[in-house]
């Protein structure tokens, strides 16, 4: 089991010390969850954002904002793991109830949420593309905001030897 004692005390002691969740999951686990938290909150931000600078109501701009949240992570499945048929398969399938779901007008309602015309759903695509461009700048940004504020660092998990 993962979370079994060792019997190893070095272990145990790193263990106690870690910042929660560290000692099991491990470090670049960690990080790829936080990467992908911010991936989908800046698709969710920006397609929010566009809905809300565009002309259209409130729910509009947060149906925007919900596409944005489940495509960004569908995205992200996807790039992560390209190679597998099956998750090509269901992230597509995926896709395609969320937008079903959304354009039927008394299932859109029942969720909350409104149907979109082609400027909503041409600014969640572009959301979700600069989303995952910005992606890839997390690792220097983190980098960045570790030298500029040493003691952030210690908040931050550390790897484990």
Known sequence: MAVTPTGDAAAAERAATAPLGTAVLGEPLIRQIRHRALT?????????LFGRFTPGTRRRSTTMALCAVVGTQL?????????????????LG??????????????????????????AWL?????????????????????????AWPALTEHLPRPTR
């Open 75 to 91: 995205a992200q499945t996807l790039a992560d793991r390209r190679g597998s048929r099956l998750v090509r398969a269901t992230s």
């Open 40 to 48: 989908t909150a800046l698709g969710a931000t920006m397609a929010w």
């Open 123 to 147: 600014g969640v695509a572009l959301a979700i593309t600069a989303a995952l461009a910005g992606q890839r700048a997390l690792p220097r940004l983190e980098r960045t905001i570790a030298k």
């Open 94 to 119: 995926s896709a395609a109830a969320l937008v079903a779901l959304v354009q039927t007008p008394a299932a859109s309602r029942l969720f909350g949420c409104t149907p979109l015309g082609p400027l």
